[in-house]
């Protein structure tokens, strides 16, 4: 098992940045797809921005251009560098570790709040 813990949330005006980290207990580097997901009260889980192992992204249509994700597998981490934020990017942010050998994990999440 992996136990995944995110940081790095907080209250940011519009137009400003944040960078989410992911910090997992074990290796990472066995886990297919490392991504970031984001929930609103009320609303599904959506996927934000994912990475393989090999490097290959993806991201939702609208973080394109200002969100980046990245991971360290040495260091057991990934991240999303956000800029450009929007008050529709306030959400709680869950990092999630996927593999068919392993399994799927998540993190607690962790609250992005963006003012206008």
């Known amino acids: 098992q992996v136990q995944l813990v995110e940081s790095g949330g907080g209250l940011v005006q519009a137009g400003g940045s944040l960078r989410l980290s992911c910090a997992a207990s074990?290796?990472?580097?066995?886990?297919?797809?490392m991504g970031w997901y984001r929930q609103v009260p009320g609303q599904q889980r959506e996927l934000v921005a994912a990475?393989?192992?090999?490097?290959?992204?993806v991201y939702a249509d609208s973080v394109k251009g200002r969100f980046t994700i990245s991971r360290d597998n040495a260091k057991s981490t990934v991240s999303v560098q956000m800029n450009s934020l929007k008050p529709e990017d306030t959400a709680v942010y869950y990092c999630?570790?996927?593999?068919?050998?392993?399994?799927?994990?998540w993190g607690q999440g962790t609250q992005v709040t963006v003012s206008s």
């Open positions: 999630n570790a996927a593999s068919t050998q392993w399994g799927n994990y």
């Open positions: 074990g290796s990472i580097s066995s886990f297919y797809v």
């Open positions: 990475i393989t192992t090999s490097g290959d992204t």
